[in-house]
């Protein structure tokens, strides 16, 4: 019979536990080598992520759309942008870019609108430019003096992609008077009121909105005090932006605007026709039969807009107007002048102004026979 004694007993717990003991320490010590791998292996994973998403980031990629404007729609998010620059060879991938905003909280500030991405060109190139936010514009110039008529037909040849008639279209929204009835309850439509300037419009911009931007671009200009000048002077603010286009038709020159002027309101006072011949233009673009030359019926025309016959202001402006017209009209020279005539002997599109008839005459004697040798 086999009896376990209490020492042999007690001999095989020691021996237990030191073998317990022992094999938790070779399972810590292995624990902790694998812990110290994996942490390797993070650390690592993160550099090499870090290392990629750096040169993801910030390596140029090239492409073939550098000439073609890539439109952006209003409302589309980040991912819908992205599939699209992607889809148009702009971005290699998308998916640092996605990354890269999920990790920073960028992107928010992406526009839409007309893009020109040059090549070769970093994901990080490209948010900084959808950041800024472009609109394809059209660079629209209005000269001084430019008629209603001009305007309408700029309008329709720089805006193709409006509806077949544009010119029409745009002529006939500047009979609607309500954008200057405040300032001008008298006009007949917005000649004199469209202000001439250099504007750069979204090329999707409406005939509508073109019109009023640049009716508010008068509005800047005409100030409160230039409407208390005219009360000064007798007159209605529709007959002095009638006066300044004349004006603006008749001279190029800031200097001798203000004498111009004086010269119309003298024959204003003396009873005399005007005798502007631009508005003999004027009534040729009416009636849409103006070919660049001012011919002899022009002169004769019964239009009460034919200074040559009428006395008295035309029944309004015949042009849009600078500023530089409106304070001429506002604040003319003193003078005894009634008659002015291009001064031939210069090339700066000055005039000789004179006082009677007869230096008049002399002055347009030696005129005609300057207009003989252009001829």
């Given amino acids: 019979m086999f009896v376990v004694t209490n020492s042999a007993y007690n001999g095989s717990l020691l021996y237990l536990r030191a073998y317990i003991i022992y094999f938790n320490i070779q399972i810590k010590t292995h624990s902790m080598k694998v812990l110290k791998l994996l942490s390797v292996l993070v650390i690592l994973a993160i550099i090499l ?65 007309d893009y020109l991405f040059v090549s070769p060109i970093s994901p990080l190139e490209v948010l900084e430019e959808l950041s800024n936010g472009k609109l394809r514009t059209v660079k629209f110039i209005i000269p001084e003096g430019f008629t209603r008529f001009d305007i309408a037909k700029r309008i329709a040849e720089q805006f193709p ?4 008639g544009t010119e029409d279209a745009a002529l006939k929204l500047m009979e609607d008077i309500s954008l200057i009835k405040d300032i001008d309850p008298e006009a007949k439509n917005l000649e004199g009121y469209m202000y001439p300037n250099t504007y750069n419009f979204p090329r999707a911009l409406t005939i509508p ?14 100030k409160p005090e230039y409407a208390a000048r005219a009360l000064e002077l007798k007159l209605t603010t529709h007959q002095i932006i009638t006066i300044a286009s004349l004006i603006e038709t008749e001279s190029r020159l800031n200097e001798e605007r203000p004498i111009v002027a004086s010269v119309i309101y003298n024959r204003l006072k003396k009873g005399m026709p005007l005798g502007i011949d631009q508005t003999a233009v004027y ?24 200074t040559r016959k009428v006395v008295g202001l035309p029944p309004g402006p015949i042009s849009s107007i600078s500023e530089n017209s409106i304070k001429a009209a506002l604040y003319p020279a003193t003078t005894d002048y009634i008659y002015y005539v291009l001064n031939v002997e210069k090339e700066d599109k000055s005039h000789r102004f004179y006082s009677t008839a007869a230096e008049f005459e002399r002055g347009k004697a030696a005129y005609q026979a300057w207009l003989k040798t252009q001829r």
Avoid at 161 to 164: E, V
Avoid at 209 to 222: L, P, R, S
């Fill in 49 to 113: 992520f870090s290392f990629w998403m750096y040169s993801s980031l910030h390596s140029p990629h090239t492409h073939i759309k550098s000439d073609q404007y890539i439109q952006i729609a209003h409302g589309s998010s980040p991912g819908q942008i992205f599939d699209k620059l992607a889809s148009e060879g702009i971005l290699s991938s998308q998916i640092p870019l996605k990354i890269y905003l999920k990790i920073t909280g960028a992107g928010k500030d992406m526009q839409a609108g």
């Fill in 161 to 164: 992609q409006q509806q077949s």
């Fill in 209 to 222: 909105t073109i019109i009023n931007k640049m009716v508010g671009e008068f509005k800047k200009i005409w």
């Fill in 283 to 306: 009534i040729a673009k009416m009636e849409n039969r103006w070919d660049g030359v001012i011919n002899k019926s022009d002169l004769e025309s019964s239009s009460p807009y034919n």
